[in-house]
T-cell receptor, first 113, second 115 residues
Framework: GQQLNQSPQSMFIQEGEDVSMNCTSSSIFNTWLWYKQDPGEGPVLLIA?????ELTSNGRLTAQFGITRKDSFLNISASIPSDVGIYFC?????????????FGQGTILTVHP | ETGVTQTPRHLVMGMTNKKSLKCEQHLGHNAMYWYKQSAKKPLELMFVYNFKEQTENNSVPSRFSPECPNSSHLFLHLHTLQPEDSALYLC??????????????FGPGTRLTVL
């Protein structure tokens, strides 16, 4: 089946630093989604990408849909302590896979004040 | 966020018990999902319901039995579970249609412990 490779697995950064994480796939996706999960809660949608090459921002977060449609990255600028959590990418291939998302393994982000 | 709610938030059960997880979405969506989230593993899709019809059973053991009485409610009935079934069970919903973008919205999850 489809697999997503998300990296890095974890990051330890100082408050104020920028963060970058990415996902690569062995197959093409039509949609890329980025979620954040806080401890004890469900994932919350941060950014949705629908077109190859698309660059979308949500506050300090910026994500891009790779031109090849097999990758995506998420950047967080000027990190703050509340950015701590697990970030997941998810892709959807469409067609008969309507409704099915494939998730990456997650990036655990720790921000030191 | 109260778009997708799940109850209970925490559940401890023995291997011989029968229990049910409940999910309700208030977003007017037509599709609902159950996921299992175990430590150090990606989210695993268990079941998909579109318009109350099950369209996906991702090789889930029969000790997990889903029920979708309407497009707003989803249940996961549990019986004779194993300790390795302990995990966070997440419900999600989305609007699925030709040309629509499948943004899934998650509930807070039920933390299940099987003793």
């Amino acid at each position: 089946g489809q697999q997503l490779n998300q990296s890095p697995q974890s990051m330890f950064i100082q408050e104020g630093e920028d963060v970058s994480m990415n996902c690569t796939s062995s197959s093409i996706f039509n949609t890329w989604l980025w979620y954040k999960q806080d401890p004890g809660e469900g994932p919350v949608l941060l950014i949705a990408l629908y077109k190859a090459g698309e660059l979308t921002s949500n506050g300090r977060l910026t994500a891009q849909f790779g031109i090849t449609r097999k990758d995506s990255f998420l950047n967080i600028s000027a990190s703050i302590p509340s950015d701590v959590g697990i970030y997941f990418c998810a892709g959807q291939s469409g067609g008969t896979s309507y409704g099915k998302l494939t998730f990456g393994q997650g990036t655990i982000l720790t921000v030191h004040p | 966020e109260t778009g997708v709610t799940q109850t209970p938030r925490h559940l401890v059960m023995g291997m011989t018990n029968k229990k049910s997880l409940k999910c309700e979405q208030h977003l007017g969506h037509n599709a609902m999902y159950w996921y299992k989230q175990s430590a150090k593993k990606p989210l695993e899709l268990m079941f998909v319901y579109n318009f109350k019809e099950q369209t996906e059973n991702n090789s889930v053991p029969s000790r997990f039995s889903p029920e979708c009485p309407n497009s707003s409610h989803l249940f996961l009935h549990l019986h004779t579970l194993q300790p390795e079934d302990s995990a966070l069970y997440l419900c999600a919903s989305s609007q699925v249609a030709s040309g629509a973008n499948n943004e899934q919205f998650f509930g807070p999850g039920t933390r299940l412990t099987v003793l």
